[in-house]
């Protein structure tokens, strides 16, 4: 396997793509999921973000994110919805019904957040605060 360059952490292989999934994993009490990047990490360092992450090449969109979601967290997404695309960011949205939270090394901490209470939000806040707000 030949790779491309280092992102995240991890090396971008021939088998990824520039498609990239994420998830707005909202609670019972309409706040999001976001995970927070390692301070290892070349690209993002230190940074919030949604799970998610590259399809690999002749995976489905859900099947990435699935996949992603899955490493990242350790949780299992049974149904996701796509709520929008912005370029080749594809945005999923999801309940968040319970299961314990085991961070992969690409992310050091977690955290459910309010997203209507964000200010000077980032891309990621604002596709979470449409999603709340049309819940």
């Not at 090394?105 to 955290?111: A, D, L, M, Q, T």
Request: hydrophobic letters at 35%; aromatic letters at 10%; charged letters at 30%.
């Amino acid at each position: 396997m030949r790779y491309i360059y280092e992102s995240w952490r991890r090396y971008l292989t021939e088998e990824d793509t520039s498609t990239v999934a994420k998830i707005v994993l909202v609670n019972e009490n309409n706040h999001v999921l976001f995970l927070k990047r390692t301070d290892y990490t070349d690209k993002f360092k230190g940074e919030w973000d949604l799970p998610g992450g590259h399809v690999k090449s002749g995976e489905s969109l859900v099947d990435g994110l699935i996949r992603e979601v899955e490493e990242e967290t350790g949780l299992t997404i049974r149904r996701a919805r796509l709520f929008t695309k912005q370029g080749n960011l594809h945005f999923f949205e999801s309940k968040y019904e319970k299961g314990n939270i085991i961070l992969s090394n690409e992310h050091s901490e977690h955290k459910f957040v309010d997203p209507l209470t964000i200010q000077n939000p980032s891309k990621f806040e604002k596709i979470a605060q449409e999603v709340v707000k049309n819940a």
